[in-house]
C-alpha cells in the first residue's frame, strides 16, 4: 500500500501529489473544443513549456504566469477536467482505483511510462515547433491519447 491508499487527496503533502503525477505529458497536449457541440478534439501539439524528452515542465514553479491557459490540478478541482487521461493517478485515486503497474511510483522508474507508450515523447510536437503554413487542425489525433 502507498500513502496514496492511505489518506484522500486533499489530505496529500504536496510532495505527495506532486509524486503521483506519472509524467506522461498528455494534460499538456493542447487541446481544441467545438464551440457548438462542446467536444474536445485532442492534438499533437504539445506546449511550448513541456520538455518533450521527459514530458515535465521546463517552468513548472512559474507555468501558471508563463501560461494563462495553464491550470494548477487540486483534489477540489479534478472533476472540471474530463480531458484528463484515463490513466491519470489523480483520476484513478480519486475512482478508488488502483495504480496501473508501470506508475513510477510502483515501477521505481520515471521511464516505466515511457516505455509502455503511455507518454506523449514518441509523437508530440513543441508549439514552438509549429510550422508556419500549417493550421493546428493539422495536428488533429484521431483518438484520445
Known sequence: MGFWNEKPLEALTPA???????????????????????????????????????????????????????????????????????????RLVAAGQALPTWHPLLSGSTESVHAIGISVRNFAVSENDLESDLDIEDYLLEEHP
Do not use: F, M
Request: net charge negative.
Open 16 to 90: 505527495e501529489w506532486e509524486s503521483l503525477c506519472d509524467g506522461c505529458g498528455r494534460c499538456c497536449l493542447v487541446k481544441l473544443q467545438d464551440e457548438e457541440s462542446g467536444e474536445l478534439h485532442y492534438t499533437a501539439l504539445a506546449c511550448a513549456e513541456l520538455d518533450l524528452e521527459s514530458c515535465r515542465c521546463r517552468h513548472y514553479d512559474s507555468r501558471l504566469e508563463r501560461v494563462p491557459d495553464c491550470i494548477a490540478l487540486s483534489a477540489a478541482s479534478l472533476g472540471e477536467y474530463p480531458w484528463l487521461p484515463n490513466s491519470c493517478a489523480y
